[in-house]
């Protein structure tokens, strides 16, 4: 494979007959070729169940995501402004 007019990694102009890119280094392995291209933006093959997907992201049965906070955090806010009072008091 010959190199390409621009890098696909960085956008920078390779010189004709260049082993690799001379801003980042990418090559044939790393960068220009569309197999090392694709294989690291990791999206879904051929194996890939859509069905299985929407269910495990939106099952209903799964527990939502609780809102606002905690119980246990107002007591301590409330501890800890009571130890301010008690301390500023004194």
Known sequence: ????????????????GAKACPECGADEHTGWSEEAYASSLNLPD???DYDKFIQREFDPKQ???????????WLVAIVVAAVFV?????
């Open 46 to 48: 051929e194996s890939f």
């Open 63 to 73: 527990k939502p995501i609780p809102h606002g906070i905690h119980w246990f955090w």
């Open 86 to 90: 008690i301390a500023m008091a004194r």
């Open 1 to 16: 494979m010959t190199a390409p007019d621009t890098c696909p990694n960085c956008g920078a102009d390779v010189p004709a």
